[in-house]
C-alpha cells in the first residue's frame, strides 16, 4: 500500500500545487536517424553563472520533462550549483518527430554533442524509469569522455518481466496513464508522417506488450517483442557497463516490481552500486537518506553520489 502511496501521491500533488522548475531556456538539436532522417530533440536547459557541470535529466515511458521527478531532480541539481538539461525524448514534446523505445541512446547521444553542452568540463546523467534503463545501456557504449557517473532510479532492469507485471491486472491504473501519453506521442506523429500501425488500433491497445509490438517493433526494425525485449534488457548486461553507475530500486515499487529487479543486482562489478530504498515508482519521502551526502532527499543523495566519482 505505501508504494501505491508513494507513486500516487507527488504526481498528485504536483497536479494540484505544481513544483516550480528553475529558470531555463529552450534547447534543441537536431540527430539523424537511418530510417527515418531527421529528428529534432528538445528541452529545457538551466544555467547558472559560472557552472562547469551538468546533470541531464531523462523521463521514463510517457512522461515528460514537466514530470514531477524531472522538475525535483532539477531543482535539487540548482541548489548544490549544477546546470541541468531536461532532456525530452524524441516525440514525448508531442511535436510529431517520432518516438523511442527503451534501448534507443542515441537520444542521449545527440543531446551530449549538442553545441549548447559544449563548454561543460563535467557531466552525469540520471534516468528514470524507463529513461533510467536508457541511461544505463548509453553508459554500456559511452560517447562522451565527459561524462562522468551515471545514476538511474526505479528502472525496469528485465524489460520482458517489467511487462508482464505492469499488464497484470494490478497494474491497471498506471497501464493505463502510461498508455495515454504514448497514444499522445504516437497521435502527433501519425498526423505528420506514415505510422506503421494505423492510429484506430493504436487506439485500441490495452497493454504495454501491445504497444511494442504495433508500434516499437515496426518502426525500429525489431523482429519480434519478444526480440526487442531480449536484445535491449540491461539487467543481463550490467557487467559491461563502462562508467561508475548508481541503480536505485524501490521495494515497494508498484510499476517496476523488486521481483523483476533484485536477480540483476547480484554480483555487480565493484564500479556498479546498488541501493535498495523504501517508496514507490520514482516517489519517495522527502528526508530519505541513502548515506552519501549530507542533504537528505533522493536528487541530492544521488547528486552527491555523482559528484564524488
Request: include cysteine; hydrophobic fraction near 45%.
Amino acid at each position: 500500500m505505501l508504494g501505491h502511496l508513494w507513486t500516487i501521491g507527488p504526481n498528485l500533488r504536483h497536479r494540484l500545487l505544481p513544483h516550480a522548475a528553475p529558470a531555463a531556456t529552450p534547447w534543441s538539436t537536431t540527430l539523424h536517424d537511418p530510417r527515418v532522417g531527421p529528428v529534432r530533440l528538445t528541452g529545457a536547459l538551466a544555467r547558472l553563472p559560472g557552472a562547469r557541470e551538468l546533470v541531464v535529466l531523462v523521463h521514463g515511458l510517457g512522461g515528460a520533462i514537466d514530470s514531477s521527478y524531472v522538475i525535483k531532480a532539477a531543482r535539487a541539481a540548482a541548489a548544490v550549483g549544477l546546470d541541468s538539461l531536461r532532456l525530452s525524448l524524441r516525440g514525448a514534446d508531442r511535436s510529431g518527430e517520432d518516438f523511442y523505445h527503451a534501448g534507443l541512446v542515441d537520444d542521449l547521444t545527440a543531446a551530449l554533442a549538442s553545441p549548447a553542452l559544449a563548454d561543460y568540463d563535467r557531466v552525469y546523467a540520471i534516468g528514470f524509469s524507463l529513461g533510467g534503463h536508457m541511461t544505463l545501456r548509453w553508459a554500456m557504449a559511452p560517447t562522451d569522455p565527459r561524462v562522468r557517473a551515471v545514476a538511474s532510479v526505479c528502472a525496469p532492469l528485465d524489460l520482458a518481466a517489467g511487462c508482464a507485471a505492469i499488464d497484470q491486472g494490478r497494474g491497471a491504473v498506471y497501464r493505463a496513464h502510461v498508455l495515454a501519453g504514448l497514444r499522445e506521442i504516437y497521435a502527433a506523429v501519425a498526423a505528420r508522417k506514415p505510422v506503421p500501425t494505423p492510429m484506430p488500433a493504436i487506439q485500441a491497445l490495452t497493454t504495454i506488450r501491445a504497444w511494442d509490438r504495433l508500434a516499437v517493433v515496426p518502426r525500429h526494425g525489431f523482429c519480434s517483442v519478444d526480440d526487442y525485449y531480449a536484445s535491449e534488457s540491461a539487467g543481463p548486461r550490467l557487467r559491461a557497463l563502462a562508467l561508475p553507475s548508481l541503480i536505485v530500486a524501490a521495494t515497494g515499487d508498484p510499476m517496476v516490481p523488486a521481483a523483476t529487479v533484485a536477480p540483476h543486482l547480484r554480483e555487480l562489478p565493484s564500479h556498479v552500486h546498488a541501493r535498495w530504498v523504501p517508496g514507490g515508482h520514482v516517489g519517495f519521502r522527502a528526508g530519505l537518506d541513502l548515506g552519501m551526502g549530507d542533504a537528505p532527499g533522493l536528487e541530492p543523495q544521488v547528486l552527491a553520489w555523482l559528484r564524488r566519482q
